[in-house]
């Protein structure tokens, strides 16, 4: 069944609830909905907010006259107000929503974590000579060739410009993130058909690694950042890791 005709059926069954145990079954089957994976983040947002209405209020005084079409209006305006237009990614605020959820998870569990800031070198040459939107296609290749690498092993975002952020939650171990770095790099070094021409870009890399005296997530992407431009003043083209700064590699 479609996600999205799913969770309207299970709205359903909130509403038409003719008693106290059918609308805990039909919570239940909400509640299990919010935590699958192959749920889109978006909708599971919007899953989670009926489920928080449900606690504040009897499921069948909620009035959610939900039409299947709604909910997809829904999702795909959540969609848009949460993602990047040109690449797609999860923007800056969808990020750090996600940033904050998995730092917390993390960081009661005990599981690594590590951020990554990538940023283009030489990237506003490309605008200023093949112009804005060589320089817009440009970026959505990128996009692409993040997205290869770092595939399910974490979330990618764009922050904005030339800049984009890579989360990766469960590591098994640091060098799995230095791993996926040192991929991007390689990717990002490859020619990019801007179609008016074949253009050759560099990229600076920085990794920041939770740790005992990582007090919050935007400590955590601020080191990251701060890495990222010892990565830049080491020659570019390389990633450098927060706080072993010594630690530069091409």
Do not use: W
């Not at 993390?106 to 951020?115: F, G, I, T």
């Not at 399910?152 to 410009?161: E, F, K, V």
């Not at 040192?182 to 740790?211: H, N, R, W, Y």
Request: charged share 30%; net charge negative.
């Amino acid at each position: 069944m479609d996600a999205i005709k799913e969770l309207n059926q299970i709205v359903l069954e909130i509403i038409t609830s003719s008693s106290y145990g059918e609308q805990m079954i039909a919570g239940q089957k909400l509640f299990a909905y919010t935590v699958r994976k192959d749920i889109d983040g978006d909708l599971r947002d919007f899953a989670e907010n009926i489920a928080l209405l449900m606690i504040q209020k009897e499921g069948r005084e909620l009035h959610l006259e939900f039409m299947n079409t709604d909910l997809q209006k829904t999702s795909h305006e959540l969609h848009l107000a949460k993602h990047d237009p040109l690449t797609r990614l999860p923007n800056r605020g969808l990020f750090y929503e996600r940033l904050e959820k998995i730092f917390d998870v993390s960081r009661k569990e005990n599981r690594r974590l590590a951020l990554i800031i990538l940023d283009l070198d030489e990237f506003k040459p490309v605008n200023d000579t093949y112009g804005h939107d060589a320089g817009d296609l440009l970026l959505g290749q990128v996009a692409s060739r993040i997205k290869a690498v770092v595939g399910d092993s974490g979330i990618t975002a764009r922050l904005g410009g030339d800049e984009f952020v890579i989360l990766l939650p469960e590591l098994q171990n640091d060098k799995q993130a230095q791993t996926i770095a040192q991929k991007m790099l390689f990717s990002i070094k490859k020619p990019f058909d801007l179609s008016a021409s074949l253009v050759f870009i560099d990229s600076s890399i920085g990794i920041c690694f939770m740790d005992e005296t990582t007090k919050g997530p935007r400590d955590l992407l601020k080191n990251a950042d701060l890495a990222m431009y010892e990565a830049k003043k080491a020659g570019r083209g390389r990633y450098a890791v927060y706080p072993r700064k010594e630690e530069v590699e091409k």
